[in-house]
């Protein structure tokens, strides 16, 4: 059962476009969601994470934009560039439960920018 | 990213062989974590270490089997694996303590099982 869908597979944006990957989560007991960004031969690494006492959350080019309500979340990554160019995953946690906890990850977004 | 270290990094073994994966953090962690990325599925959380001591086995199967001697080292040993076993080996790192610490990747050791 996957617990964190994402769409879409892969996504083609031309250059200083806006690129946008969405995530829809099932746990209610999810309150930790953050977007990892993976280039090839590389491990992922984290962009920007969000909690939901807030909608949306930006740092620089990328926004997340998150909806409790319909367990949805996105990730917006404005004027596109070719160096974005990666595999990006959401993923969520229970994060206040207060010791360790694994991160559930979304299949992934194969995002090319076109220069 | 020298932060958290794989060894190897690529990997082929036969089904009957016996190996073990490597993954080091110098980040003065206290939690550490395996996970498996294959292609077309997401990554799958499969052990987690918290202060050494195990606190998640995610229904692994026996044939991958787990050391933390202490918080900087993590292994994986593996054993009588099957070729759907064959995939990129994950160690990751973070403060411990909350789930909403950062977790740093290594590269991963890329697996293949013949």
């Known amino acids: 059962q996957q617990q964190v869908k994402q769409s879409p597979q892969s996504l083609i944006v031309q250059k200083g476009g806006i690129s946008i990957i969405n995530c829809a989560y099932e746990n209610t007991a999810f309150d930790y969601f953050p977007w990892y960004q993976q280039f090839p031969g590389k491990g992922p690494a984290l962009l920007i994470a969000i909690r939901p006492d807030v909608s949306e959350k930006k740092e620089g080019r990328f926004t997340i934009s998150f909806n409790k309500s319909a367990k949805q979340f996105s990730l917006h990554i404005m004027d596109s560039q070719p160096g974005d160019s990666a595999t990006y995953f959401c993923a969520a946690s229970m994060g206040s439960g207060g010791g360790a906890d694994g991160l559930t990850f979304g299949k992934g977004t194969h995002l090319i920018i076109q220069p | ?114």
């Open chain 2, 1 to 114: 990213e020298t932060g958290v270290t794989q060894t190897p990094r690529h990997l082929v073994m036969g089904m009957t062989n016996k190996k073990s994966l490597k993954c080091e953090q110098h980040l003065g962690h206290n939690a550490m974590y395996w996970y498996k990325q294959s292609a077309k599925k997401p990554l799958e959380l499969m052990f987690v270490y918290n202060f050494k001591e195990q606190t998640e086995n995610n229904s692994v199967p026996s044939r991958f089997s787990p050391e933390c001697p202490n918080s900087s080292h993590l292994f994986l040993h593996l054993h009588t694996l099957q070729p759907e076993d064959s995939a990129l080996y994950l160690c990751a790192s973070s403060p411990g303590g909350g789930g909403t610490d950062t977790q740093y990747f290594g590269p991963g050791t890329r697996l293949t099982v013949l």
